[in-house]
């Protein structure tokens, strides 16, 4: 019988990769002027390097708490944030060039210097940091992917909250939101059988309230406009 084998690598977490092939827009209307200007000269400045372990002196020159938000849309809520916390790293995961360019204005226009983006998936983010790297992670308004047989498309599935619950500190924030009944659903399903994560609400206003630190996104704010509860969910990782 083979020895026992203290070194092993680690089991490969639960189904990382179920949602491997990215779905929903690259690029929306050709970019020009300052936004394209932006893509060209700022982004390379700013953006997280293609290969490598990730961690904060890494990308931000110094140790210091680190956060990421996955699917950032135009980056409104990444960059209110990143002015609200100065000492934090903010690093941003979006495959759609449009949205990029949107926090490339924001960053500009705030002179933020803690915000790294990703332009891509997020999964490719979340795996190339440590364990316990992040203080907060945040999934506003993941595309619903409304029908049964697209449920693996959903970011919120047990591979990827894995992923996150592994690169979550201990006492670290997961704070999602939606808009759509279907996903309010899988997300809870999905969060409650973990165990990592333990849901912060008490009350029904702790999913309602819009707290001074979580303004709502443009989807949110657009869905509200539809006359659409948004919903918010804040787990910590325990
Ligand atoms: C419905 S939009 C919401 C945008 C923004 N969070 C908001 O609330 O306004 C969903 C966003 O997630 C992005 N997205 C989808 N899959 C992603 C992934 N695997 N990693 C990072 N972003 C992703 C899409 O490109 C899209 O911009």
Redesign the pocket.
Known sequence: MAPPMPHAPPAPLQDPLS?RR????RQGHPLRGPAARRVDELLPRVAIPPEGPLDAVRLFGRACPLAL??????GE?LAFQARRNPQTGFLG????LN?VAGLLAEIEAHGLANIRIWH????DVLERLPDAALSAVYL????PWPKARHAKRR?VNPGPVGLVAARLAPGGEFRM?TDHPVQLRHMLTVMHAHPAFEWLAETPADWQAIPDDWPD????AKARALGHEVWRLAYRRR
């Open positions: 949602i990215l779905y929903g827009r938000e996955i699917g950032f849309g135009k809520h995961a979006e495959p759609f949205g891509g998936d997020a999964l506003l308004h993941p595309d970011f939101a996104t443009r989807f949110g």
